[in-house]
């Protein structure tokens, strides 16, 4: 079993930066690939970003890319979603999740484990 908690959301202006957490408890981290997801009130939750967690491979959504970065430390068993040049658009709930296997995944399904998730809202 794999426990995910998220945090760092909260409110800024346009243009500015967050960084969210995701801490990860359970056993054999090597084996799952990591990703952040978002959702907005009536819509799909979307790909945000994932990481390998074997090789530290990453990919994002064009609509974040040159502008967020995933990362983890393998030693605290987290993972970070770092947010820069925010944009209202971005204003969604945030979720941490993790995957079976090293490779990365794109979509929801492939995901097995989730955490409650992270408000995040940015002003216009």
């Known amino acids: 079993q794999v426990q995910l908690v998220e945090s760092g959301g909260g409110l800024v202006q346009a243009g500015g930066s967050l960084r969210l957490s995701c801490a990860a408890s359970?056993?054999?981290?090597?084996?799952?690939?990591m990703g952040w997801f978002r959702q907005t009130p009536g819509k799909e939750r979307e790909f945000v970003a994932a990481i390998s967690w074997s090789s530290g491979t990453t990919y994002s959504a064009d609509s974040v890319k040159g502008r967020f970065t995933i990362s983890r430390d393998t030693a605290k068993n987290t993972v970070s979603l770092q947010m820069n040049s925010l944009k209202p658009e971005d204003t969604a709930v945030y979720y941490c999740?993790?995957?079976?296997?090293?490779?990365?995944?794109?979509?929801?399904?492939?995901?097995?484990?989730w955490g409650q998730g992270t408000q995040v809202t940015v002003a216009s």
């Open positions: 359970g056993r054999a981290f090597s084996r799952y690939s």
């Open positions: 999740a993790a995957k079976d296997g090293p490779s990365v995944g794109y979509y929801q399904y492939q995901y097995r484990y």
